[in-house]
């Protein structure tokens, strides 16, 4: 009771107090430039690059990507997954106090030198961008992407080539997109991509047919597709200059109707397979993994691993960057044991 009215003050604690680039990244002459793409509401089985039959994924099917079919999220909302996502902890350990009163990825990425930046086209980044840089995408913006009230994703991609042309350091840019935001999936994507139809036009989703709610789900998709085709284009026009990469995976999956089903949030042992098995690929530039050391053929080789989830993020970007710190776990960074010199150095 005698809280009322008075916001308890979290202290945060700090985390990888020891965190610095490895001697070999610092040397490197040519930086590190990765496009972390947080997408949102995407399910795995909704994407033709995972075998559904539709084909959702036209743009990235005539790109080079690595595509991981078996990844799972730590929650099935953003308010869970985000944070969760980019903390230290794993699902099995995480809890929304941990997310809150401990620092995450970022904030030791940004400690080790690496710049980083945090741009938000989604509700907010639940905390785990307030002592990074960040700037929410403003709706009203003269922008051929937003309408006052809402911004396609394409937005997020505006003036950040001039961004990019000041970066002198390594460097992260994450994305956190609006992706397939329900329930009013209508207006996620623009006209030109409504290859799917007739569709749900209306957020009472339960009044739609299942033929109309699918078709405008993944009318969001092929612009998730469209909108991750633009974020290599820029970052192909980039790779001469840094080590260029992206990492795309959603926060978690969606319910459409299934069993009576809809959106998402559903509690995490009880929630469908649709809400929680969720997409995630990654792009190198041309020469990113000879210079960083990762061989491609071994990390195709992981892209059926059944147990891939959201628990990597942490490590294997931490690897990818080579920070060193006492945090990093060798065995949750998808490209550790790709790379050959790196293993045996530890």
Request: proline letters at 5%; glycine letters at 6%.
């Given at each position: 009771?005698?809280?009322?009215?008075?916001?308890?003050?979290?202290?945060?604690?700090?985390?990888?107090?020891?965190?610095?680039?490895?001697?070999?990244?610092?040397?490197?002459?040519?930086?590190?430039?990765?496009?972390?793409?947080?997408?949102?509401?995407?399910?795995?089985?909704?994407?033709?690059?995972?075998?559904?039959?539709?084909?959702?994924?036209?743009?990235?099917?005539?790109?080079?990507?690595?595509?991981?079919?078996?990844?799972?999220?730590?929650?099935?909302?953003?308010?869970?997954?985000?944070?969760?996502?980019?903390?230290?902890?794993p699902?099995?350990?995480?809890?929304?106090?941990?997310?809150?009163?401990?620092?995450?990825?970022?904030?030791?990425?940004?400690?080790?030198?690496?710049?980083?930046?945090w741009?938000?086209n989604?509700?907010?980044?639940?905390?785990?961008?307030?002592?990074?840089?960040?700037?929410?995408?403003?709706?009203?913006q003269?922008?051929?992407?937003?309408?006052?009230?809402?911004?396609?994703?394409?937005?997020?991609?505006?003036?950040?080539?001039?961004?990019?042309?000041?970066?002198?350091?390594?460097?992260?840019?994450?994305?956190?997109?609006?992706?397939?935001?329900?329930?009013?999936?209508?207006?996620?994507?623009?006209?030109?991509?409504?290859?799917?139809?007739?569709?749900?036009?209306?957020?009472?989703?339960?009044?739609?047919?299942s033929?109309?709610?699918?078709?405008?789900?993944?009318?969001?998709?092929?612009?998730?597709?469209?909108?991750?085709?633009?974020?290599?284009?820029?970052?192909?026009?980039?790779?001469?200059?840094?080590?260029?990469?992206?990492?795309?995976?959603?926060?978690?999956?969606?319910?459409?109707?299934?069993?009576?089903?809809?959106?998402?949030a559903?509690?995490?042992?009880?929630?469908p397979?649709?809400?929680?098995?969720?997409?995630?690929?990654?792009?190198?530039?041309?020469?990113?993994?000879?210079?960083?050391?990762?061989?491609?053929?071994?990390?195709?080789?992981?892209?059926?691993?059944?147990?891939?989830?959201?628990?990597?993020?942490?490590?294997?970007?931490?690897?990818?960057?080579?920070?060193?710190?006492?945090?990093?776990?060798?065995?949750?960074?998808?490209?550790?044991?790709?790379?050959?010199?790196?293993?045996?150095?530890?």
């Amino acid at each position: 009771k005698q809280s009322l009215g008075i916001k308890q003050h979290l202290v945060v604690q700090p985390i990888g107090q020891d965190a610095a680039m490895s001697a070999q990244a610092s040397a490197r002459e040519k930086k590190s430039l990765m496009i972390l793409v947080v997408g949102e509401t995407a399910r795995a089985d909704h994407f033709s690059l995972n075998g559904y039959a539709r084909d959702t994924n036209p743009e990235l099917a005539k790109l080079d990507i690595l595509n991981f079919t078996q990844v799972h999220s730590c929650g099935t909302s953003t308010a869970v997954s985000v944070p969760c996502m980019f903390s230290m902890f794993p699902r099995e350990d995480y809890s929304d106090k941990k997310g809150k009163t401990y620092e995450g990825l970022l904030d030791v990425l940004q400690r080790a030198g690496v710049q980083v930046l945090w741009l938000d086209n989604n509700s907010d980044c639940k905390g785990t961008c307030l002592r990074v840089p960040n700037r929410d995408i403003p709706k009203t913006q003269p922008s051929p992407f937003c309408d006052g009230k809402n911004c396609l994703d394409e937005a997020l991609l505006v003036d950040l080539q001039q961004y990019i042309d000041r970066l002198g350091d390594n460097a992260i840019i994450v994305l956190h997109a609006d992706g397939s935001h329900g329930p009013e999936y209508y207006e996620r994507y623009p006209k030109s991509l409504e290859r799917f139809t007739p569709i749900c036009h209306t957020n009472q989703l339960g009044s739609c047919s299942s033929e109309e709610l699918v078709n405008v789900y993944d009318n969001t998709i092929l612009y998730t597709d469209h909108f991750l085709a633009r974020v290599i284009e820029l970052l192909e026009h980039n790779q001469q200059r840094f080590d260029t990469s992206m990492l795309y995976v959603s926060d978690h999956g969606e319910s459409l109707g299934e069993n009576g089903l809809y959106l998402h949030a559903a509690p995490y042992a009880l929630a469908p397979q649709a809400q929680t098995h969720v997409p995630m690929l990654m792009w190198f530039g041309q020469q990113a993994l000879n210079d960083l050391g990762i061989q491609r053929d071994c990390l195709q080789g992981k892209s059926g691993e059944p147990d891939l989830s959201h628990d990597n993020l942490f490590h294997s970007v931490l690897g990818l960057f080579e920070i060193k710190t006492s945090l990093y776990q060798p065995r949750l960074d998808i490209f550790h044991s790709c790379r050959p010199n790196m293993t045996a150095a530890h």
